[in-house]
């Protein structure tokens, strides 16, 4: 961390800004003040002209509003048309820089992506693609195809472009709350070879989490959040920052976001693994259970008595659903929740899965209604493939409970 800028003060600049990560990042950077400002866009120049601030970093919908109030650009802000950063200079003006570029460009080389002669889709227009489209161009790229809703080339014709060997979404469709959209359907892009996907908030967004199950290389919005916050701090202090802090606090704010995901057998200890990882790590435990009589006001083993497994599951869904979009929390899950692919995208999108696995001798059938009716030797070998397919890593809680926390909180720091 750069130290001595405690004087100065800036803001993640946006019109809705729910989730963002910002503040956190540039808390790992520098010791500056460094707050939320949600603006509604009437009220935009307003705050340009009155509010104090020594920086900005700008993001959706105002990379491109901020510029007519600024006094000058840098060379790359020009030529890309788009401000991410803003600095108050000496003489109290203000001056606009493009650090997204910079994290772009840092993203593929990342991820060892090549976009050199490859056709590249670009979905959005705004002020987020630009730095996108420059950096393609300066790689290389064949071919830059930018998809809007009603450019010439929109989604209703993207037929014409089904051959894109390269994906970028710069748009904020599939961003939280709203983690299940996608503008397209990746399996009628037979030659495409890689995706990346700008958002950061779900981790894998519902396109990511496509190209995961395709076998397409992806790569989301993190690394390149933070590659830029860098560069923007750089500017903010005048000092440079060596890349390596980059790898360093994207694994920290990683496994802050993350969700730990416990799945496993009824009875074989998720619940009790789970409040102490809670405990031990300051992430908000929830148990699926406990959020399914919250929202329907019954127990799940009193929805199956009186609904059936069927209807059960489908309220279930529901509740997994929501608990998925969560972020930097524990979550236990009912043991029949793998019996539904659908519940796979969203417990993954931001969570390590863990299969917790217990001795059958010390599970129990009480209060169970599925292990009581089906037996519970028959039921772990119908669930075992399940839990398998599903998890990240498979933990034993055999010895105790804080033991099996312990190693699925070494594992979820390692990145695992």
Same mark, same amino acid.
């Given at each position: 961390m750069i130290k001595g800028f405690s004087n100065l003060k800036g803001f993640v600049l946006g019109e809705k800004l729910p989730h963002t990560f910002s503040p956190q990042i540039h808390s790992l950077l520098a010791d500056y003040s460094y707050g939320i400002k949600e603006v509604a866009p009437k009220d935009l120049e307003h705050f340009m002209l009155s509010c104090e601030f020594d920086f900005l970093n700008v993001t959706i919908p105002y990379k491109k509003d901020v510029i007519k109030y600024l006094a000058s650009l840098s060379p790359e802000a020009q030529a890309i048309g788009a401000v991410n950063t803003v600095k108050r200079m000496p003489d109290g003006s203000l001056r606009g820089f493009n650090t997204d570029y910079y994290g772009f460009e840092y993203t593929l080389k990342k991820s060892h992506l090549d976009v050199s002669g490859k056709k590249a889709l670009v979905l959005g227009s705004g002020g987020a693609s630009m730095p996108v489209k420059a950096v393609l161009k300066n790689l290389g790229v064949s071919e830059i195809i930018t998809v809007s809703r009603s450019g010439e080339d929109n989604y209703e014709n993207i037929s014409k472009h089904f051959d894109a060997e390269i994906i970028v979404n710069t748009t904020p469709v599939g961003m939280f709350p709203n983690n299940e959209a996608k503008l397209i359907d990746l399996r009628q892009f037979n030659a495409c070879? /890689?995706? !990346?996907? #700008?958002?950061?908030?779900?981790?894998?967004?519902?396109?990511?989490?496509?190209?995961? %199950?395709?076998? #397409?290389?992806?790569c989301g919005g993190l690394s390149m959040l933070v590659a830029q916050a860098k560069k923007a701090a750089e500017i903010f202090t005048d000092r440079s920052i060596d890349d390596t802090e980059i790898e360093r606090i994207e694994k920290t704010i990683s496994y802050d976001m993350t969700n730990i995901v416990l799945i496993g057998m009824p009875s074989s200890g998720k619940t009790t693994i789970g409040k102490i990882i809670s405990e031990k790590t300051n992430k908000p435990f929830f148990d699926s259970d406990?959020? &399914?009589?919250?929202c329907f006001s019954v127990t799940p083993a009193?929805?199956?008595?009186?609904?059936?497994?069927?209807? &059960?599951?489908?309220?279930?869904? %529901? !509740?997994?659903?929501?608990? /998925?979009?969560?972020?930097?929390? !524990?979550?236990?899950? /009912?043991g029949g929740i793998v019996t539904r692919k659908e519940n796979y995208a969203p417990l993954h999108q931001n969570g390590v899965i863990f299969f917790v696995e217990r001795d059958l001798k010390k599970l129990t059938s009480t209060n169970r209604p599925i292990s009581k009716s089906v037996g519970i030797e028959k039921l772990y070998s119908e669930r075992l493939p399940l839990y398998i397919d599903f998890s990240d890593r498979r933990i034993y809680n055999n010895s105790t409970a804080e033991n099996a926390a312990n190693e699925i909180i070494a594992l979820a720091k390692s990145g695992v």
């Open positions: 070879i /890689g995706i !990346v996907d #700008i958002i950061y908030n779900p981790q894998k967004t519902a396109l990511l989490l496509e190209a995961e %199950s395709l076998g #397409i290389k992806y406990e959020e &399914f009589e919250k009193e929805a199956i008595d009186k609904l059936g497994v069927d209807k &059960f599951r489908k309220m279930e869904h %529901s !509740v997994v659903k929501e608990l /998925g979009k969560k972020s930097g929390c !524990v979550i236990s899950t /009912g």
